[in-house]
T-cell receptor, first 114, second 112 residues
Framework: GAGVSQSPSNKVTEKGKDVELRCDPI?????LYWYRQSLGQGLEFLIY????????KSGLPSDRFSAERTGGSVSTLTIQRTQQEDSAVYLC????????????FGPGTRLTVL | GDSVTQMEGPVTLSEEAFLTINCTYT??????LFWYVQYPGEGLQLLLK?????DKGSNKGFEATYRKETTSFHLEKGSVQVSDSAVYFC???????????FGQGTTLQVKP
């Protein structure tokens, strides 16, 4: 079956521009997570959705970062006024909601801020 | 706070050598423990997991045992292959949200 998909796969933007990153989780997966992978910081949690609600936003690095999820499915991560330190690979993962289960990761969006 | 610590890499081994990658975690709550692997040019995928103390996860010849007394989850393989070259991440969940806390990753390079 289809896995987690993310778009775009690569995004190059200029400093100060806004970007939107999209995640399509596996159908039926109620829990959705965003992580960021960067050279300096490793793999960091950003935000967790259960259905359309985000009970844990503790990993969002600043108020320039926001995310939403609609219909219990697609999620969008928005970064406003991008900075060079936002350059990273943004990963999305989904799971059925049992916290002991595997999280299935998408291929990621590589964001480069010039 | 909650954290996972892995041995620093890179680790370079010859084919058929024995592999150990150490991983320790902070002992808050009752986490599940995971090893994820990232092969060159590919996404993160689960290698193995253990959900309670003394559980042993295993897959593709890799094993790791959930040791509560030493808060460890070391990854082992008896005989590595060139195809095992990848970055390995140890991770734990936080039980109230399921979010993963990752170690810094260990790069393994296996030479023929």
């Amino acid at each position: 079956g289809a896995g987690v998909s993310q778009s775009p796969s690569n995004k190059v933007t200029e400093k100060g521009k806004d970007v939107e990153l999209r995640c399509d989780p596996i159908s039926g997966h109620t829990a959705l997570y965003w992580y960021r992978q960067s050279l300096g910081q490793g793999l960091e949690f950003l935000i967790y959705f259960q259905g359309n609600s985000a009970p844990d936003k503790s990993g969002l690095p600043s108020d320039r970062f926001s995310a939403e999820r609609t219909g219990g499915s697609v999620s969008t991560l928005t970064i406003q006024r991008t900075q060079q330190e936002d350059s990273a690979v943004y990963l999305c993962a989904s799971t059925r909601g049992d916290f002991h289960n595997e999280q299935f990761f998408g291929p990621g969006t590589r964001l480069t801020v010039l | 706070g909650d954290s996972v610590t892995q041995m620093e890499g890179p680790v370079t081994l010859s084919e058929e050598a024995f592999l150990t990658i150490n991983c320790t975690y902070t002992a808050t709550g009752y986490p599940s423990l995971f090893w994820y692997v990232q092969y060159p040019g590919e996404g993160l995928q689960l290698l193995l997991k253990a959900t309670k103390a003394d559980d042993k996860g295993s897959n593709k010849g890799f094993e790791a045992t959930y040791r509560k007394e030493t808060t460890s989850f070391h990854l082992e393989k008896g005989s590595v292959q060139v195809s095992d070259s990848a970055v390995y991440f140890c991770a734990r969940t936080l039980s109230n949200t399921g979010k993963l806390i990752f170690g810094q990753g260990t790069t393994l390079q296996v030479k023929p």
